[in-house]
Nanobody
Framework: QLQLVESGGGLVQPGGSLRLSCAAS????????IGWFRQAPGKEREGVSC????????HSEDSVKGRFTISRDNAKNTVYLKMNSLKPEDTAVYYC??????????????????WGQGTQVTVSS
């Protein structure tokens, strides 16, 4: 059974850090483009960062560039999202997703084939 499981979310103060994990079962993450998305209450799901399968290139949206870093640990079959200098506007449910079409990112959410259940990140004092 193919599955993605996110973890690492929680409550953090502004300026703090968290590292989210996206662990896969049933397939090897290293062969697929992986994206992190987030959805805040009342807002549409938006892309955050992604890592391409073809050349391991990464992309981050302007809102998180310089603060968030995506990386892949093939031995652990896990993709990480390290989030630094967190702001209240980063509060959202964060999802990871896998694109099985071997395409470079960034890509719209509709291009991704498998999604995790999400992990809540709350940035508040």
């Amino acid at each position: 059974q193919l599955q993605l499981v996110e973890s690492g979310g929680g409550l953090v103060q502004p300026g703090g850090s968290l590292r989210l994990s996206c662990a896969a079962s049933g397939f090897s993450l290293q062969y697929y483009t992986i994206g992190w998305f987030r959805q805040a209450p009342g807002k549409e799901r938006e892309g955050v960062s992604c890592i391409s399968a073809s050349d391991e290139s990464t992309h981050s949206e302007d809102s998180v560039k310089g603060r968030f870093t995506i990386s892949r640990d093939n031995a652990k079959n896990t993709v990480y999202l390290k989030m630094n200098s967190l702001k209240p506007e980063d509060t959202a449910v964060y999802y990871c997703a896998a694109d099985f079409a071997f395409r470079r990112c960034p890509r719209p959410a509709t291009d991704y084939d498998y999604w995790g259940q999400g992990t809540q990140v709350t940035v508040s004092s």
